[in-house]
């Protein structure tokens, strides 16, 4: 991947943030943000509580560091699609599986968007409800493309539909430890499937009919 | 509706235990769980304090009871459902529809399930996790027979597929004050289309050769 030229010592500051990052979010999601202290978090990472304030000003900063990094990849995920060439359905198609299969990865930093945003205050909380509403948006953009070029269910409800895509993405911390023996690619592939059908498919052709053989 | 004969005293007590527990929701909805006092409730309710005792042993006890209530409700859809006549596909459809209903009309109550179901200890967490695992067993009962008699995609994986009912279901409260001008009722038939559309129909019937009108 291509970066930027950087120095040794910014790639070492890199490197060292990162590893801050997934220690606390592996602190977080273990104890809960509130009952996480500051010398908690310099634990899990192996420095004194002191160093910890070269790398963020406070706890509050680092759970919005988490939460923006989250919400960085996503971005990422929307921009890639959109540079894919063909019909508009495929670029749809593939951002849903690249999310199912980012939220899979990243289970616990996404439970720790949905269960611990809440202690978010001010502008952080701002810039957080914010850039929910971007990708909203752009998940918005993707559906009304592919449903004027005529590829989903006419009456396919736009905003509705970026809610349920959202609902069954952010669902996943919840089950996924039970999941059990299905690979992280069997699960974004039959989820891709079932979300794609749910928005390109019309139920109203299924046959209620067809006899109750459970009787 | 049919009720069990009860005297004059027991019934006050019921509507007072009602109107407690729809108390406590509006309370550990806005102020969260841990935030908030027995002085709260009692506030909220209009009662003192030492009188919250007739009805309840805890703050605790109040969590429980609300979570236990939510679930005592789905299971009298389960119960609902299994009883209509009629191809398996329709009961599962029923369910569906009715979840989405129930779920739109308590989004505030389905909310503190997720948001603070963590606070709940021992006997009473078990309890909750039981009841999850039966309404979850419930849910794959009705895929089970609507898949056995033909209605449904033949590689539908009945397990993940309740995982992706239940997370549409459970996400309603994170967008749900989001949704402006559309009735509960318009929103239950457009999700429910789309998740028995998930359920039913072959994606890779669609045709994603077609032509990208947005170039």
Redesign the interface.
């Given at each position: 991947m291509a970066t930027a030229p950087q120095t040794n010592g910014s790639r070492r500051k890199r490197n060292r943030d990162e590893e801050l990052l997934d220690a606390a979010v592996r602190l977080f999601h273990e104890k809960?943000y509130?009952a996480s202290s500051m010398k908690d978090v310099a634990e899990a990472v192996g420095v004194l509580k002191g160093s910890l304030y070269h790398y963020i000003s406070s706890k509050e900063d680092l759970l919005f560091r988490i939460l923006q990094e989250s919400h960085q990849q996503a971005s990422e995920i929307v921009d890639e699609v959109s540079g894919l060439?063909?019909?508009?359905?495929?670029r749809l198609?593939a951002f849903v599986e690249r999310m199912y299969l980012w939220y899979l990865d990243h289970s616990e930093r996404v439970g720790l968007y949905?269960?611990q945003q809440?202690y978010l205050t001010g502008d952080n909380k701002k810039a957080m409800v914010a850039q929910a509403r971007d990708l909203g948006m752009a998940v918005r953009r993707l559906l009304t493309?592919a449903k004027?070029?005529?590829?989903l269910?006419p009456r396919l409800?736009v905003?509705?539909?970026a809610?349920?895509l959202?609902?069954?993405l952010?669902?996943?911390p919840?089950?996924y430890m039970?999941?059990g023996s299905?690979s992280r690619e069997q699960?974004a592939e039959?989820?891709t499937?079932?979300?794609?059908?749910?928005?390109?498919?019309?139920?109203?052709?299924?046959?209620?009919?067809?006899?109750?053989?459970?009787r």
């Open positions: 809960g509130p060439p063909g019909p508009a359905v495929g198609r949905f269960n809440q493309e004027r070029e005529g590829s269910d409800d905003k509705l539909s809610f349920f959202m609902g069954a952010n669902s996943i919840m089950w039970e999941t299905y699960i039959l989820f499937r079932m979300s794609m059908s749910a928005f390109a498919c019309q139920e109203d052709t299924v046959d209620t009919t067809a006899p109750d053989l459970s």
